[in-house]
Structures are given as C-alpha cells and as structure tokens.
T-cell receptor, first 111, second 116 residues
Framework: TQLLEQSPQFLSIQEGENLTVYCNSS?????LQWYRQEPGEGPVLLVT?????EVKKLKRLTFQFGDARKDSSLHITAAQPGDTGLYLC???????????FGKGTRLHILP | NAGVTQTPKFRVLKTGQSMTLLCAQD?????MYWYRQDPGMGLRLIHY???????AKGEVPDGYNVSRLKKQNFLLGLESAAPSQTSVYFC???????????????FGDGTRLSIL
C-alpha cells in the first residue's frame, strides 16, 4: 500500500508555463516535506509544512498543506529549465515516525 | 562541507558475491538511514539507526545487514548479492527521527549497484 500518492508521475512543459503537482493520502500526516532530486544526486529538502492549511513560498515555488493534513501541493510559476528534476514528497504519520516517501513526480522543463 | 559521503559510487557484482557500502557523515547526526531507489518505486527504507550501536529494520530489510559501530559511519552489507538487489542506494542522516525537529534528512549522492 502506497501511503503517499504523487501525481502526475511525469510532466513535460515549456519554459514559462505554470504547473502544479500533488501529493495525496488517505492518512493524516503530522507534517510533510518536499524534496527535489537531480540526476546523479541525492534528494535535497525544499520545504517542510506543519500546520493544516499552511502555505509556504520559496521564490517561484508555492507549497500548500491541506486543511486536513492529508495532502499537499507544489505550484511552480513561470517554470525554468533549472526546475527540471524529480520532486518527492515525504511525511511522517506521527512526529516520531520514520519518514515515508512518495514515488515522485518527474518534471522536465523544455527551453 | 562534506555532509554525507557514500563509497563506492559505482559497483558491479556477480550473483553470490558480497560487499559493503560505506556511509560517513560529519554533521554529528544521531539518525542514519539506508534507502534503495528503483524506477517507479520511489525511495524505500532498508534499515536505519537511531544512534551508535543501534540498528532497526525498515520496509525492505531482507538480504541486507547493517552496522553502526561509530556514530559517523553506517555500513550496509550484502552477504550474497542477487540481481533483485540491483538498485541505487542512498544513505541519509538527520538530527531527529521523523519530523520531530522539522529537520531535513541529508542525503549522499548514491551508490549505483548492478548485480549480474
């Protein structure tokens, strides 16, 4: 059973377009993290969202945690080729639990 | 700023051979993790450690053993490699387990292992 479902699995869009990727679950998470992984490297943390309904911005990236803490979204405005990578969401069911990773969304921004 | 260092970066083994993957971190983190990443499967936790001298099983522990004799090192062993263990292996470390401290997991750059 995959606790964290990410969609879409793959997304290829033109530079300058906007996009949203999703991380969904039927379980309630104490908090969620988003990581980005580039080819040949390990994942790197982008953000942690903790409170239901929380919105965090990181330059052109906007992260939202659902009110019920079961889902999260990542919106990228004016995508650039440097945004290309694998985006992973991760969460813990309880504060002391191991982090569970989704399968990721592979994003390709065409110049 | 070494962070998490994994060795080797690449390795090809024959079925039945054994090997050890080394992970070293210089951030004085208590928690360390070994994951495998396969196409379409995401990151799956193999084993983890909450401190020096302790280890615990993760989601997919079969066929692997680990040791944490020193706080900065976490070793992953394959006693008898099988083709199903062909994967990219990532080590990570963190200050706290889960999201207790809202701190990230810091990952190494991976070891690409092929079992023929």
């Amino acid at each position: 059973t995959q606790l964290l479902e990410q969609s879409p699995q793959f997304l290829s869009i033109q530079e300058g377009e906007n996009l949203t990727v999703y991380c969904n679950s039927s379980s309630v998470f104490s908090s969620l993290q988003w990581y980005r992984q580039e080819p040949g490297e390990g994942p790197v943390l982008l953000v942690t969202v903790v409170t239901g309904g929380e919105v965090k911005k990181l330059k052109r990236l906007t992260f939202q945690f659902g009110d019920a803490r079961k889902d999260s979204s990542l919106h990228i405005t004016a995508a650039q080729p440097g945004d290309t990578g694998l985006y992973l969401c991760a969460g813990a069911l309880n504060r002391d639990d191991k982090i569970i990773f989704g399968k990721g969304t592979r994003l390709h921004i065409l110049p | 700023n070494a962070g998490v260092t994994q060795t080797p970066k690449f390795r090809v083994l024959k079925t039945g051979q054994s090997m050890t993957l080394l992970c070293a971190q210089d951030m004085n983190h208590e928690y360390m993790y070994w994951y495998r990443q396969d196409p379409g499967m995401g990151l799956r936790l193999i084993h983890y450690s909450v401190g020096e001298g302790t280890t615990a099983k993760g989601e997919v522990p079969d066929g692997y053993n680990v040791s944490r004799l020193k706080k900065q090192n976490f070793l992953l062993g394959l006693e008898s490699a099988a083709p199903s263990q062909t994967s990219v292996y990532f080590c990570a470390s963190s200050i706290g387990q889960g999201l207790r401290s809202n701190q990230p997991q810091h990952f190494g750059d991976g070891t690409r292992l092929s079992i023929l």
